[in-house]
């Protein structure tokens, strides 16, 4: 894959990264070690995720903050719905309005109750991803992002029922979706196919989560409903305790999932980076990204 993407002399590719606010001391270092790592390869923009049911309201504001006061990035904040009323969400969205962030990443969330559990809107919030995006657009000029599913939300009947959602999301006003994580892109790709012929034109980014911890992996894919194929369980096999070699693998793994969209036509990919830079930083210089002292987007031809 590495040489047909050097042959056929395709644009540079845009990456994005996704950072979790931090709980703690040690994890306030670890997180702006990562961007420091990260900042110099100009990601097109860099989100900060909001705890499940808002908890980390004030958090996820303080991090998209400094990110814009101290950093050449553009920052996006997530924003959910679940468990909040309408003028409270509203409220957020100024306070970013105010502070000059420009980008949100709007989602329902999971219900308070646990994933898998019933969903309950809030009796005065907003119910679902769409009215959110909606209530957005109506307090600001906002670039408005949201979530798609692949192999489709948990809750959503049916793939066809879950693009409705999706196309209610970009009524709305929202202009990029970014996937939950998938393992195997022809799930992807099959997916963008049936996003097209819906006549959803927005850029559908590709969210990648490097796999260096297979069976917190695992888990989150059962929570998500992303499958994981027997192929990425045997590459893992017998690793448990051999971190060191799992990391080598996960970046293998990494790298030929990235490498083979970039060659099937992929331009944008958006990273998970679990608040860890080496194994991104490390496909990002495969795709040929290379820092830039100047924060101008710059890549070389792999
Ligand atoms: P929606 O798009 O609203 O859809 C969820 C389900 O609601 C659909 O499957 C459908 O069954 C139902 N539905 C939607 N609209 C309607 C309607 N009009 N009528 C009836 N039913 C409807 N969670 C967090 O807590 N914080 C984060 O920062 C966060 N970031 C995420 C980032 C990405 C890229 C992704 C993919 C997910 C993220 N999540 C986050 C998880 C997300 O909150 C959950 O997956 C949640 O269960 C669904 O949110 P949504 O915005 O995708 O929901």
Redesign the pocket.
Known sequence: PLRASRETGRPPVSVSFEFFPPKNEEMEKTLWASVGRLAPLSPSFVSV????GGSTRERTHATVERLARETALSPAA?L?CVAATRDEVDEVVRAYKAAGINHI?A????PVTGVGTR?EPHPDGYA???DLVAGIKRIGDFEVS??A?PEK?P??ASLDA?ID?LK??VDAGATRA???FFFENDVYFRYLDKVRARGIDIPILP?ILPVTNFKQASNFATR?GASVPAWLLRRFEGLDDDPETRKLIAAAVAAEQVTDLVDRGVTDIHFYTLNRADLVYAICHLLGLRPQADGVPQAVAV
């Not at 995720?49 to 499940?52: C, D, E, H, L, V």
């Not at 989602?107 to 999971?110: A, I, K, N, S, T």
């Open positions: 995720t909001y705890g499940a997530h959910t990443v989602l329902r969330g999971d969903y679902f991803a769409s949201v979530s599913y939300h809750e959503s879950d959602v209610a999301k970014i996937t939950q969210g998500t």
